[in-house]
Every structure is written in C-alpha cells, then in structure tokens.
C-alpha cells in the first residue's frame, strides 16, 4: 500500500540520515582529537626539546587517554557500519600464530600492571599443517585484543590469562581461547553479554566503554565465517572461544611460499621535497615540525588552490593531501594533479577524518596512492611516505 512505501520510504532517509550524522560526528572529534595525540607525541620525541620524567609521565596519561577516547570513537562508528551492511573485510591468508603473539605483545605490559601472568598456550594439533585463515589482519586483532583487554580488567591482582591456540583437522577450524581466573558470569547474564550496549550489573561499576566491545566481537568472527562462545560460571572465570575456518592451502600455494624470493627494501631518501596542504593550522604545524624533525624537506599550504600552484612552483616529489577543505575539496585538487602531465607522477597520500565505507575507495579513484584515516600518527605517518617512496 502507499502508506507502507512511504513508511519504508521515511526509514530509508532516516538511516541515510544517520549514516551522514556519523559520518560528519567522525569528522568533528577525530580532527581535534588527531592534534592533541600528535602534539603529545612531538613533545614525547623531544622535538621541542628535552623532557623531564614527571613531564613525561604527563605526556602519556594524554596519550593514553586520547587512545581510549578514538577507540570509543571507533566502536560507534563500526557499528554504523556493521548496521548499515557496509564493514567489508580485505581478506588476505593470515598466519594465526603470528597474530596471537603480536596481540599478546600489545597487553602484556597492561597486565604485568595488575601482576599478571600473561602466556600463551599451544596445544597439540591434529595436523602438521599451517595455522592459517582468511581474514582481515586488522580486524583479527581487534577480536584477541579486545578479549584479552577484558580478561586482564577483570582479573584480579595475581591471577592469570591465557591465550590458548587449537585446531582440528576434521572439523577444518581453529579455535582461540582466552582464559581469565576472574570472577565468572553468571548463565542469566551470559545472554546479555554480545547484544550491543549491554553492561553487566556485576561489572558496572568497573566498567569503561561504550557496552560495544563484545558485540564488535561476535560481528567481526561472523564476517570471518567464525563464531564466539562463551565457558563460565560465577566464580570458576571465563573462557570466550572464538572459531575460525581453517584455511588449508593447495601444494601450489605452498611450493610458491617455500619458493618466494627475499625482497630487499631500498632504502629511502629522507630529502626529498614534500608539500602539505590542510586548512587545519594545528594539524600543519605538527605535521611540519615532525617531518623536519625527521629530515624531510617540507613546505605547506592552507588550501588547495595555493597547494597546487606550490607543487608545480617547487616541484614536490610526494603531496600529503587533507580532503575535507572549502571552495576546492582534496579529491578535485588530486585530480587536477592527476591530469596535470607535470604532476601526474606526484606520489599522493590522502588524509581524511571522515569514516565513511566509501571514503577510501573515493580518494584511490581519485588518484591518490595511499589512503590514511584521521587521526594519524606521527609514526604511521611516516612509515606510509617511505612506502610511498620505496
């Protein structure tokens, strides 16, 4: 009926709606929030000059929390995404051993913190064969951390977590448990456990967060082809088993990997000429102070107009190019640069704080080579130039 099309019709723009208020949100913390976490970090690296201890201490107090805050930030934005259909994972074959260790790695000192035993438990397999899935790096990690970060807060001091790895051969899956000698959960409150923004009674007094992480948890081993369990009672800790699709290679696959030569990375000339262009002064200036401090030559623009005339004037070799900016957006600017026979061979690295699913396919249609999502760190920074330009 006509009532139901324009009910359905009214849904539709509100979720239209919603997206592009995300979208825009995204936009409004990360740009501030990237500032405050860059200046952290130029003042950390001394390149204002030396610090003290105290002074340092400071430093990371910020940085932790600017950490905590862009998480959060994250997490509401993933869900827009998942909600919307439109978190796609780059999938690629992933070594599962070499993503436990490298998450243990990441929330170990957290929880030698709290005098915990953090290890990692490798049981017998049914096979000889490589641990491997199929399956975003990133986003795996997200899954260990997130369980790993949960299991040492509510740990008490002393007790211990465990990363335990498994496989079957049979069932063709592997499976990742993480194992708490905390105070267990309840069966009645285990069913609350991955709905979004759920937080239990026991915890809440402890908890930090948006209620997301578990939910995220559960989303992301689903889009792996996997699933999240959960082991506990109060008082006998908790044991979230995540299952995953054992990817077993052909002979051909092996033979290629066993065969692959040893590439050796050139190594990168740090003079060579960079232009910057962002109509943020806060996010110009760290930016330049650090690639300088870094040995870059470096010069920088407020607009796209004056960055393109810049470019041809200095002929730079590589332009970090924001994409959010009045009259002339970074996404006309890099175009022009692309049909531009005197630019068109410029490395390009779009920075953008908006979150949208489409927003990277648009920059490297666009033409840039690289895409890096505010707010960025300094280091990320620049190990995507020397990317660039090896």
Wanted: proline share 3%; hydrophobic share 40%.
């Amino acid at each position: 009926s006509l009532t139901l099309q324009e009910d359905k019709n009214n849904l539709i723009q509100v979720a239209q709606i919603k997206d592009e208020f995300m979208a825009n949100l995204s936009h409004e913390l990360r740009t501030p929030l990237g500032v405050i976490l860059n200046i952290a970090d130029l003042l950390k690296q001394e390149v204002y000059g030396e610090i003290n201890p105290k002074q340092k201490q400071v430093l990371d107090t910020i940085e932790e929390s600017g950490e905590h805050l862009l998480a959060l930030i994250n997490d509401v934005l993933m869900l827009s995404k998942i909600e919307a259909g439109k978190l796609k994972l780059e999938l690629e074959v992933v070594g599962i051993e070499e993503i436990c260790e490298s998450c243990l790695r990441l929330v170990r000192e957290t929880g030698y913190k709290k005098s915990l035993s953090i290890q990692m438990d490798n049981q017998a397999f049914d096979a000889e064969a490589p641990l491997i899935v199929q399956g975003e790096p990133r986003r795996l990690k997200q899954i260990l951390v997130n369980l790993l970060s949960n299991a040492i807060k509510f740990t008490p001091v002393g007790g211990s977590v465990t990363l335990r790895l498994a496989a079957s051969l049979e069932q063709q899956m592997i499976y990742l448990s993480v194992i708490d000698t905390g105070a267990g959960i309840s069966k009645e409150e285990q069913t609350l456990l991955f709905k979004p923004f759920s937080q239990l009674n026991n915890r809440k007094n402890n908890q930090e967060g948006t209620g997301l992480g578990l939910y995220l948890v559960m989303c992301l081993s689903e889009l792996h082809g996997g699933r999240v369990s959960i082991n506990s009672d109060v008082g006998q800790g908790c044991e979230f088993v995540v299952a995953l699709p054992w990817y077993l290679p052909s002979v051909e696959l092996a033979m290629l990997e066993t065969e692959a030569e040893i590439i050796i990375e050139p190594e990168i000339d740090h003079a060579v000429k960079i232009v910057l262009i962002d109509d943020h002064l806060e996010n110009l200036n760290a930016f330049k102070d650090y690639l300088d401090f870094k040995g870059y030559y470096i010069k920088t623009a407020d607009s796209a107009k004056s960055g393109l005339a810049l470019i041809k004037q200095w002929q730079a070799q590589l332009v970090l190019m924001d994409i959010q900016m009045p009259e002339m957006d970074g996404l006309e600017a890099i175009r022009c640069l692309r049909q531009d026979e005197m630019t068109q061979h410029i490395r390009i690295i779009a920075l953008t704080a908006l979150a949208t699913p489409a927003d990277r396919e648009n920059c490297l249609a666009a033409g840039a080579d690289h895409y890096l999502s505010k707010p960025v760190s300094l280091k990320r920074l620049v190990e995507t130039i020397e990317q660039c330009l090896a």
